[in-house]
């Protein structure tokens, strides 16, 4: 199974200042994704991370908030941008391994608030 | 698009019983995958079992197995012998063939001594 590390754990920002969330894996995976938990609410998928090449973001993101690297197959940053109190959430970063088994891990999250 | 649905917002079991959390799913791809994952209040998302669309077999990993009724789209999660430490909450994520995760609402498990 991989090993998935992100670092900060936690921040506590101010309103109008950027983050930079880093996710590392200890394995080379295929794919990595960026997912958002918003107090008391479910998990919501901001973006695929592409290896070399922009980021794919789902419905209701935006490249300009959430800037996504992936620069190679280990390793991948979010940076949640001009936030607001609105961005206070966990961030969760996961990873797919493919081999003989098709588990997903995630990462321990990075919690977020924004005062 | 896919859809994954849990009804019951929060449970609660007395230790050493089992309990059966549901989840039922809705999709139009073939080929999919079913996930639950363990949150406890530390927000870290632990992955606890996966069944695959094409297994024949409901999967098992020690005291949680995976209720698996395709035809009904049902992958309930059972968890025997409850332990204190079981309290969490709990996730049901269904990923499709290009493995990104739809999760249902979660179910808040509560053991009691």
């Known amino acids: 199974s991989a090993v998935i590390s992100q670092k900060p754990s936690r921040d506590i920002c101010q309103r109008g200042t950027s983050l930079t969330i880093q996710c590392q894996v200890d394995?080379?995976?295929?794919?990595m994704f960026w997912y958002r938990q918003q107090p008391g609410q479910s998990l919501t998928l901001i973006a695929t991370?592409?290896?070399?090449?922009?980021?794919?973001?789902e419905s209701g993101f935006v490249i300009d908030k959430f800037p996504i690297s992936r620069p190679n197959l280990t390793f991948s940053t979010l940076t949640v941008s001009n936030m607001s109190p609105e961005d206070s959430s966990i961030y969760l970063c996961?990873?797919?391994?493919?081999?003989?088994?098709?588990?997903?891990?995630f990462g321990p999250g990075t919690r977020l608030t924004v005062t | 698009a896919q859809k994954i649905t849990q009804t019951q917002p929060g449970m609660f079991v007395q230790e050493k019983e089992a309990v059966t959390l549901d989840c039922t799913y809705d999709?139009?791809?073939?080929?999919?995958?079913l996930f639950w994952y363990k949150q406890p209040s530390s927000g870290e998302m632990i992955f606890l079992i996966y069944?695959?669309?094409?297994?024949?077999q409901n999967a098992t990993e020690g005291r949680y197995s995976l209720n698996f009724q395709k035809a009904r789209k049902s992958a309930n999660l059972v968890i025997s012998a409850s332990q204190l430490g079981d309290s969490a909450m709990y996730f049901c994520?269904?990923?499709?063939?290009?493995?990104?995760?739809?999760f249902g609402a979660g179910t808040t498990v509560t053991v009691r001594a």
């Open positions: 994520a269904m990923r499709a063939s290009d493995y990104k995760l739809s």
């Open positions: 991370a592409n290896q070399g090449s922009e980021a794919t973001y």
């Open positions: 394995s080379q995976v295929t794919m």
């Open positions: 996961s990873a797919v391994t493919f081999g003989t088994s098709f588990e997903q891990y």
């Open positions: 999709t139009s791809d073939p080929s999919y995958g």
């Open positions: 069944q695959g669309s094409y297994d024949q």
